[in-house]
């Protein structure tokens, strides 16, 4: 059971904005760690897409934001494409257990 | 270009040791960067194993501490992850990854999958 939730599934048509949450609690997102996000397609290695909450790396396009709040933290896909359908992880560390801890994953399907 | 790769049985015997490598190519693993591992079980989640600072100092995932030890060989320009006692439950993909911005996992290797079973 990860200490980070998120909704297994999520779905949206081409084009459209879809948003990933990922809660946690006072001894890892609230306690001002701060939250990054993954892409995973099979059988390859996961991309970073967000971090320090907020900021892209490089080569990530601007249909990709993050954002957080008190103890929670989101992912919104603007623009939704085909090759966007992959599983995304949020991670972020918690002090109480001194581990870095994923979100149990969600898969999003593109339409 | 950080490039990455794991190596190492792709089967082990429950109750043994499992053994990975990871090759480091475009950077040394005496840079100033956390090297670590994640593993993915068949149809689950990510999970964080453990990392090394190229001091030597490690951090580990305490639901596995006690099973768990990470090494590196400056000279080979590659770090190791021994497993213990391992069981089917230890079956996954297992990735070597070294921090990047934000203290993020940046450069992943492309990921082994190991499968205990007798």
């Known amino acids: 059971q990860s200490m980070l939730t998120q909704p297994p599934s999520v779905s949206g048509a081409p084009g459209q904005r879809v948003t990933i949450s990922c809660t946690g609690s006072?001894?890892?997102?609230?306690?001002?760690?701060?939250v990054l996000w993954y892409q995973h397609l099979p059988g390859t290695a996961p991309k970073l897409l967000i971090y320090?909450?907020?900021n892209r790396p490089s080569g990530v396009p601007d249909r990709f934001s993050g954002s957080k709040s008190g103890t929670s933290a989101s992912l919104a896909i603007t623009g939704l494409q085909a090759e966007d359908e992959a599983d995304y992880y949020c991670?972020?560390?918690?002090?109480?257990?001194?581990?870095?801890?994923f979100g149990g994953g969600t898969k999003l399907t593109v339409l | 270009q950080v490039q990455l790769q794991e190596s190492g049985p792709g089967l082990v015997q429950p109750s043994g040791t499992l053994s990975l490598t990871c090759g480091v190519s475009g950077d040394s693993i005496s840079s100033s960067n956390w090297w670590g591992w994640v593993r993915q079980p068949p149809g689950k989640g990510l999970e964080w194993i453990g990392e090394?600072?190229?001091?030597?100092?490690?951090n580990y995932n305490p639901f596995l501490k006690s099973r768990v030890t990470i090494s590196m060989d400056k000279s080979k320009n590659q770090f190791s992850l021994r497993l213990n006692s391992v069981t089917a439950a230890d079956t996954a993909v297992y990735y070597c990854?070294?921090?990047?911005?934000?203290?993020?996992?940046?450069?992943w290797g492309q990921g082994t999958l190991v499968t205990v079973s007798s």
């Open positions: 320090g909450n907020t």
């Open positions: 006072s001894s890892n997102i609230g306690a001002d760690y701060d």
């Open positions: 090394i600072y190229h001091t030597g100092s490690t």
């Open positions: 991670q972020s560390y918690d002090i109480s257990l001194r581990l870095r801890v």
């Open positions: 990854a070294r921090e990047g911005v934000g203290s993020s996992w940046y450069f």
